[in-house]
Nanobody
Framework: QVHLVESGGGSVQPGDSLILSCFAS????????VAWFRRAPGKEREFVAA????????KYGDVAQGRFFISRANTKNTVYLRMTALEPDDTAVYYC????????????????WGQGTQVTVSS
């Protein structure tokens, strides 16, 4: 079992940066691949980025557009999503997810999900 808790969301202005954190606890937490997804009101869930258990392999969704960067610190059981040049279209609830299978998580299939953290970008 893996328990995920997101933090770092908030209200920012266009052009600002924000760092989201996903803290994982549980016996398999450091073995899991972790991904960030987001869901905006009235829209489908979107894949943002994923990082493998070692922290070496990463994959980004189209929404990242070279503005978002994923990293992890296994000593802290935490995965980060650094978001730069935020736009109003980035407004969404951001979720982290964890799964032992890389091929599943990059397609949005994961055994463990957090509750999400709201990011609002507006002027």
């Amino acid at each position: 079992q893996v328990h995920l808790v997101e933090s770092g969301g908030g209200s920012v202005q266009p052009g600002d940066s924000l760092i989201l954190s996903c803290f994982a606890s549980g016996r398999e937490s450091t073995d899991c691949n972790v991904a960030w997804f987001r869901r905006a009101p009235g829209k489908e869930r979107e894949f943002v980025a994923a990082i493998d258990w070692s922290g070496v392999g990463t994959k980004y969704g189209d929404v990242a557009q070279g503005r978002f960067f994923i990293s992890r610190a296994n000593t802290k059981n935490t995965v980060y999503l650094r978001m730069t040049a935020l736009e109003p279209d980035d407004t969404a609830v951001y979720y982290c997810a964890a799964d032992l299978n890389w091929g599943r998580i990059i397609y949005g299939v994961a055994d463990f999900w957090g509750q999400g953290t709201q990011v609002t970008v507006s002027s």
